[in-house]
């Protein structure tokens, strides 16, 4: 048998290195108070990346004299994205301040959908962030298996051998076969599986160099059973295609 199978204006344009220090001459100003003088970027989390996770984060912040954060607790946020947000937001710095605790929120928005090849964090204001994730090129399986877990499936059916494992094309497209092939592979050579039926379509995806690649399997593992390969060897052999008529 064969096997089937994207309100404020932006006061700056970009924030493109995690923990970036800002210079004394180019801290960040803007309503909020005290000045951030650094900010940590979380990382988009690859658990929420999987799941296609958006949403808004705010931290509540501690923060002592000298401008380090003692205390980050999350106020509201997506259960995949608060921790990272927490993490990071203990690594903020502040202006000092005239011995004086404060605490403060600060936004963290994660936009799945602005996802890209570079990745990048958008500063929104001083205490609002946008965290554009970058795209994990992934390189796709060539080989599936469709090995069977039972036991009892270890052997053919017809020939009561036990079967053997093989790497096999996978052939997509259109398939056209003899007539009476069908019939006689359930009863003759059930277990060939020369090849495994893919589908109508390949499946490909861009890479991030503009480069095409299939992301369809190319190969299959199985297993045959070599009496069915020969049987269907000699059943081919005696049932030619029929000559088309011209």
Same mark, same amino acid.
Request: aromatic share 8%; hydrophobic share 40%.
């Given at each position: ?19 970036? *220090?800002? %210079? ?7 309503? /909020?108070? !005290? @000045?951030?003088?650094?900010?940590? $970027? ?95 090129? *992934?390189? %796709? ?7 069977? /877990?039972? !036991? @009892?499936?270890?052997?053919?059916? $017809? ?88």
């Amino acid at each position: 048998m064969y096997l089937r199978s994207t309100s404020a204006i932006f006061c700056v344009t970009l924030l493109a290195v995690v923990g970036l *220090t800002l %210079p004394g001459h180019a801290r960040l100003q803007g309503l /909020e108070s !005290p @000045a951030v003088i650094q900010t940590k $970027v979380p990382a988009y989390p690859a658990i929420a990346l999987a799941a296609h996770a958006s949403g808004t984060v705010v931290i509540d912040l501690e923060i002592d004299a000298g401008g380090n954060v003692t205390a980050a607790k999350v106020n509201r946020g997506h259960p995949l994205l608060a921790t990272v947000s927490r993490d990071a937001a203990m690594n903020w710095r502040f202006e000092a301040t005239s011995n004086q605790e404060l605490k403060r929120k600060v936004t963290l928005v994660f936009d799945y959908d602005a996802i890209s090849c570079t990745g990048r964090s958008v500063v929104i204001s001083p205490y609002h962030l946008r965290i554009e994730p970058e795209r994990i090129q *992934t390189i %796709p399986p060539d080989t599936v298996s469709y090995l069977p /877990e039972n !036991p @009892a499936e270890q052997f053919c059916p $017809v020939h009561k051998t036990r079967l053997r494992k093989d790497r096999v094309d996978i052939v997509y497209g259109l398939i056209g076969f003899k007539a009476g092939y069908e019939e006689a592979e359930k009863k003759i050579f059930p277990r060939a599986n020369l090849e495994v039926l893919g589908g109508c379509v390949v499946e490909t995806q861009i890479n991030c160099d503009g480069s095409q690649v299939q992301s369809s399997p190319k190969y299959a593992e199985v297993l045959y059973c070599p009496a069915c390969r020969r049987a269907q060897a000699r059943w081919s052999k005696a049932h030619l295609w029929p000559k088309s008529k011209l």
